[in-house]
Nanobody, 123 residues
Framework: QVQLVESGVGLVQPGGSLRLSCAAS???????????MAWYRQAPGNQRELVAF???????KYADSVKGRFTISRDNAKNTVYLQMNSLKAEDTAVYYC??????????????WGQGTQVTVSS
């Protein structure tokens, strides 16, 4: 079984910055490799939406609303993905979720979600 553990919960003022991280860990054989890693977010009353996405090859994708402000990166050796968020706005307030496609030693591919971390942008 694989766990995605997020960190970086916080309250930040508009215009401020925050970095989220998400580390994948699991029992022996549960992680052979990690394919796509992504960040999603869900604000109250809204559907969960993709924020940013990265592949092992370095392909990146961002939601239009965060382009130029957010940067996704990953450390494959640490099975960790990061989300650097700059120039934060009130509308970025949401619960942020980490997501990963993990291939186990038996080559099965399974999708996992983190528990979510609250980001609040407010003065």
């Amino acid at each position: 079984q694989v766990q995605l553990v997020e960190s970086g919960v916080g309250l930040v003022q508009p215009g401020g910055s925050l970095r989220l991280s998400c580390a994948a860990s699991g029992t022996t054989g549960s992680i052979f490799s990690i394919n796509a890693m992504a960040w999603y977010r869900q604000a109250p009353g809204n559907q969960r939406e993709l924020v940013a996405f990265t592949t092992p090859a370095g392909d990146l994708k961002y939601a239009d609303s965060v382009k130029g402000r957010f940067t996704i990166s990953r450390d494959n050796a640490k099975n960790t993905v990061y989300l650097q968020m700059n120039s934060l706005k009130a509308e970025d307030t949401a619960v942020y979720y980490c997501n990963a496609d993990v291939r186990s030693a038996d080559r099965r591919l399974k999708n996992y979600w983190g528990q979510g971390t609250q980001v609040t942008v407010s003065s």
